[in-house]
Each structure stands twice: as structure tokens, then as C-alpha cells.
């Protein structure tokens, strides 16, 4: 299996994962924005709260999966890929470089999210009448990840994230005998 497509089958692992904690804070935030009165006012209040509560744990999880022995994620770990600093080597990077490799992974693209929805449900305009700005953020959105997936499959593979943090993702080395086409 080519490394691009283990890389999506690793994300889409993870993301089962990040589901369950999706779930847990749902349970819990569901019901305490339904029976209180302690929801914050105002756009920027409740993204902020959803960005605490929801991505960075996230985020800091996976760096610290991605920065201690093995240096992969759940996701990772199962296809049998890791994160490294050079090309096939199996030193795994310091918790900064995997913190902000993350950060632009996950956190970029979902706050940018996250943003656009806040806005759209908070806009309280008509139909048909969404600002430039929210259009911009959900273009954002979207394009960001597509052009990641895109990344994987032209030139070497590497992710505008890798590039930026100066990472690498490639076989763990008890998994190099796998076949890579």
C-alpha cells in the first residue's frame, strides 16, 4: 500500500478516536448548556470554549503521541507509519515541533471550521445573505485539508504541515518488510 494512502487510513483511525472525545464532552456539554445559565454571551466566548475543550486536548494528545517512543498516533501506530525528523530514521521529534505540526494539521483547519459555523449560526441575517468574511472562512475550511490529501500524492508525499515543522512520516522500521508497491 502506498505511503499516501496509509497516511489517510491512519487519519481516518484517528479520527474514531477523536470521536470518543467528541462524544465524552457532548454528554457532558449538552446538558449543561441546555439546563444553566452559565453560557457565555458572544461569538468569540463560546469559540474560544469549543477550542479549549475540544482542540486543544486534542492536539496536545497527539503531539505527545507523536514526540515519545514509537512517535505516532493510534492511527499511525496501526498502519505502521511514525514521525521523525530526517528520512528514514526513527528518532522521534521534540513535543514543540510536534506541537506546532499539529497545530496546523488539526487545530488550523478545524478552528477555521469551527469559526465558520459559529458565524453562520450567530450571523441571525436572512437566507442568501452570508458576509465575504464567512464565505472566506469556510473556503478556508475546506481548502486547507483538501490541499493536505492533495499533498500526499505528488512530488515526495510530504504535507505542507511536515514541511513547515520539518518532519517526516514514513515506515516504523519493524514495519519497513511491508510491501510499498
Not at 449538552?30 to 457565555?40: A, G, K, S
Not at 468569540?44 to 494528545?61: C, D, F, K, T
Not at 505542507?160 to 515543522?165: A, L, M
Request: aromatic fraction near 8%; glycine fraction near 10%; proline fraction near 6%.
Amino acid at each position: 500500500m502506498k505511503l499516501g494512502w496509509r497516511r489517510i487510513l491512519a487519519w481516518l483511525i484517528d479520527w474514531a478516536c477523536i470521536l470518543v472525545w467528541v462524544g465524552v464532552t457532548a454528554a457532558i456539554g449538552i446538558p449543561l448548556y441546555l439546563h444553566t445559565d452559565v453560557m457565555p454571551s458572544g461569538l468569540l466566548a463560546r469559540n474560544m470554549i469549543g477550542a479549549l475543550v475540544m482542540v486543544v486536548p486534542i492536539i496536545a494528545v497527539a503531539a505527545s503521541r507523536e514526540s515519545r517512543g514509537g512517535a505516532a498516533t493510534p492511527g499511525k501506530k496501526a498502519m505502521g507509519l511514525q514521525v521523525t525528523t530526517q528520512p528514514a530514521h526513527s528518532n522521534p521529534p521534540r513535543f514543540r515541533v510536534t506541537l506546532a505540526r499539529n497545530l496546523f494539521k488539526i487545530g488550523l483547519p478545524w478552528l477555521l471550521g469551527h469559526s465558520a459555523v459559529y458565524a453562520l449560526t450567530d450571523s441571525g441575517e436572512g437566507a442568501g445573505s452570508v458576509s465575504v468574511g464567512v464565505w472566506i472562512l469556510t473556503a478556508a475550511a475546506y481548502l486547507i485539508p483538501t490541499l493536505y490529501v492533495v499533498s500526499l500524492f505528488i512530488a515526495d508525499g510530504r504535507t505542507p504541515y511536515d514541511r513547515i515543522t520539518g518532519t517526516y512520516v514514513g515506515l516504523r522500521a519493524k514495519a519497513l518488510s511491508i510491501p510499498t508497491e
